[in-house]
T-cell receptor, first 114, second 116 residues
């Protein structure tokens, strides 16, 4: 298994532009999580899905952020419009669910908004 | 609400010496507890977990952790640290109640530096 695959690995964009981050979870995992990591705030849960359905999006910072999971093998996190304070590393993780953890993380997308 | 505290931002230890990374938690009901490690420019990797049973849990790379319910702690330990153990370590907790879902709450992380 290739693990959780995120793309792109690095993204540099100008303020105001739309940014889309992508994630392919491990096949058979039915829970998917988006986290953001910064020096100041550490690791924050943004949103998570069970069986493609958003369960808790209370961590999404504001309406500029949106996430979708159209099927079991793909999820996107979109920021529109992007701002410099959105600069961070965004991680996607998946879990088989019912296991109470055992998350597998992707390698992350390092986003820089200039 | 569930929370995790890692009181030390950084732990320095000499190679070959014992390593301890502290973690305390707060959760309603019985906790599920986890340790993850993050190497530079990488995602988090699972080390070990406590679900139930023996309070001493053994994990990857020679790490172990001890669940202490009365002290609400889950400290990570390694008897003899290696330079290659230098990384960022995260403790995490999940509540067992179904309403909480299976989301993990992470601590702020502890940077471990093992010196030769």
């Amino acid at each position: 298994d290739a693990g959780v695959i995120q793309s792109p690995r690095h993204e540099v964009t100008e303020m105001g532009q739309e940014v889309t981050l992508r994630c392919k979870p491990i096949s058979g995992h039915n829970s998917l999580f988006w986290y953001r990591q910064t020096m100041m705030r550490g690791l924050e849960l943004l949103i998570y899905f069970n069986n493609n359905v958003p369960i808790d999006d209370s961590g999404m910072p504001e309406d500029r952020f949106s996430a979708k999971m159209p099927n079991a093998s793909f999820s996107t996190l979109k920021i529109q419009p992007s701002e410099p304070r959105d600069s961070a590393v965004y991680f996607c993780a998946s879990s088989p669910g019912g296991d109470r953890g055992g998350y597998t993380f992707g390698s992350g997308t390092r986003l820089t908004v200039v | 609400a569930q929370s995790v505290a890692q009181p030390e931002d950084q732990v320095n230890v000499a190679e070959g010496n014992p390593l301890t990374v502290k973690c305390t938690y707060s959760v309603s009901g019985n906790p599920y507890l986890f340790w993850y490690v993050q190497y530079p420019n990488r995602g988090l990797q699972f080390l070990l977990k406590y679900i139930t049973g023996d309070n001493l849990v053994k994990g990857s790379y020679g790490f172990e952790a001890e669940f202490n319910k009365s002290q609400t702690s889950f400290h990570l330990k390694k008897p003899s640290a290696l330079v290659s153990d230098s990384a960022l370590y995260f403790c995490a907790v999940s509540a067992t109640r179904r309403a909480a879902g299976n989301k993990l709450t992470f601590g702020g992380g502890t940077r471990v530096l093992v010196k030769p």
